[in-house]
């Protein structure tokens, strides 16, 4: 179990190097609401998820210790982060693998979310309240990831017919001046075509609509929740008990907590910029 243990802090550690990647390729080309270039939402991308969010639902292991269950804590606003991220990447896939990638994300979605919830009836998971509120935020995020899934094909078509006729508005200001005289002329009309161009991107579009500026908010807010509580376990007198890590995956999961952690740290922040 230890290694499998090893395993998922990996899998995870995947999924953060990748949002550090669309964050740190968003710095450098000036585009802070951070198209998803490396963290996209595909088979393999799900296959990882699929392993990074083993703990949640683990039903058969016993996690008594008060590091396992934060670890386990850990996972429910990592993977609403990985949720929020992913959401620009749908505008960036045909109709057939929006459908097949999106279902497979639901599925996984709602296997963690059911089995976190028997976890909280049975006793397993006994921190009060606040696997509630994450677990809200990620069904409210399934939400809103399904409905601009939906919307997107539409979304497409439309964004299209409006670039082609920007395009052509701009194509007749050029062909009636035929010479251009000054080098502020040829600014301009450079600027027309890169600001067609970069508006008219669909995961621009996708990543600056209501619902994912939304999205953007909820997670945030969840993961400043969760940033407190951590911060605040470990400013209080009991912060030893979490080495008291009592599952059969023993000091992994101190290194899945960081790890989560830390992801969950790294993807808010271009969640906060796009907002």
Same mark, same amino acid.
């Given at each position: 179990?230890?290694?499998?243990g090893l395993y998922?802090a $990996?899998?995870s550690l995947?999924?953060?190097?990748?949002?550090?990647?669309?964050?740190?390729?968003?710095?450098r080309?000036?585009?802070l609401w951070?198209?998803?270039? #490396?963290f996209?939402?595909?088979?393999?991308?799900?296959?990882?998820?699929?392993?990074?969010?083993?703990?949640?639902?683990?039903?058969?292991?016993?996690?008594?210790? $008060?590091?396992d269950?934060?670890?386990?804590?850990? &996972?429910m606003?990592f993977?609403?982060?990985?949720?929020?991220?992913?959401m620009?990447?749908l505008?960036s896939?045909?109709d057939?693998?929006?459908?097949?990638?999106?279902?497979g994300?639901?599925?996984?979605?709602?296997?963690?979310?059911?089995?976190?919830l028997?976890?909280?009836q049975t006793?397993?998971?006994?921190?009060?309240?606040?696997? #509630?509120?994450?677990?809200?935020?990620?069904l409210?995020?399934?939400?809103?990831?399904t409905s601009?899934?939906?919307?997107?094909?539409?979304?497409?078509?439309?964004?299209e017919?409006? #670039?082609?006729?920007?395009?052509?508005?701009?194509s007749?200001?050029?062909h009636?001046?035929?010479?251009?005289?000054t080098?502020?002329?040829?600014?301009q009309?450079v600027?027309?075509?890169?600001i067609?161009?970069?508006t008219?991107s669909?995961?621009f579009?996708?990543?600056?609509t209501?619902?994912?500026?939304?999205?953007?908010?909820?997670? &945030?807010? !969840?993961?400043?929740?969760?940033?407190?509580c951590?911060?605040?376990?470990?400013a209080?007198p009991?912060?030893?008990?979490?080495?008291?890590c009592? &599952?059969?995956?023993?000091?992994s999961?101190l290194?899945?907590?960081?790890?989560? !952690?830390?992801?969950?740290?790294?993807?808010?922040? &271009?969640?906060l910029?796009?907002?």
């Amino acid at each position: 179990m230890l290694w499998i243990g090893l395993y998922i802090a $990996v899998a995870s550690l995947l999924c953060v190097l990748a949002m550090a990647a669309d964050l740190f390729h968003g710095f450098r080309n000036k585009k802070l609401w951070f198209p998803s270039k #490396y963290f996209t939402l595909n088979v393999a991308s799900i296959m990882v998820i699929t392993t990074a969010m083993k703990l949640p639902v683990d039903l058969n292991n016993p996690m008594p210790g $008060v590091g396992d269950q934060l670890t386990k804590l850990a &996972s429910m606003p990592f993977m609403s982060t990985m949720i929020a991220n992913l959401m620009p990447s749908l505008a960036s896939m045909d109709d057939k693998q929006l459908s097949e990638n999106v279902i497979g994300l639901i599925i996984l979605v709602i296997t963690i979310i059911v089995n976190l919830l028997i976890q909280i009836q049975t006793g397993v998971l006994d921190i009060i309240l606040l696997p #509630y509120i994450f677990l809200g935020v990620m069904l409210y995020l399934l939400i809103v990831f399904t409905s601009l899934a939906l919307t997107a094909p539409v979304s497409k078509q439309i964004l299209e017919i409006k #670039y082609q006729a920007a395009r052509k508005r701009a194509s007749k200001y050029i062909h009636a001046r035929t010479i251009i005289s000054t080098v502020e002329e040829l600014i301009q009309c450079v600027r027309r075509y890169f600001i067609m161009a970069g508006t008219c991107s669909p995961q621009f579009v996708m990543a600056t609509t209501p619902l994912c500026s939304a999205a953007g908010i909820i997670c &945030s807010s !969840s993961t400043i929740m969760y940033l407190y509580c951590v911060i605040e376990f470990f400013a209080g007198p009991f912060y030893r008990d979490i080495l008291n890590c009592e &599952s059969d995956y023993k000091w992994s999961m101190l290194v899945i907590f960081i790890i989560q !952690s830390v992801g969950t740290a790294v993807g808010t922040i &271009s969640l906060l910029f796009r907002c």
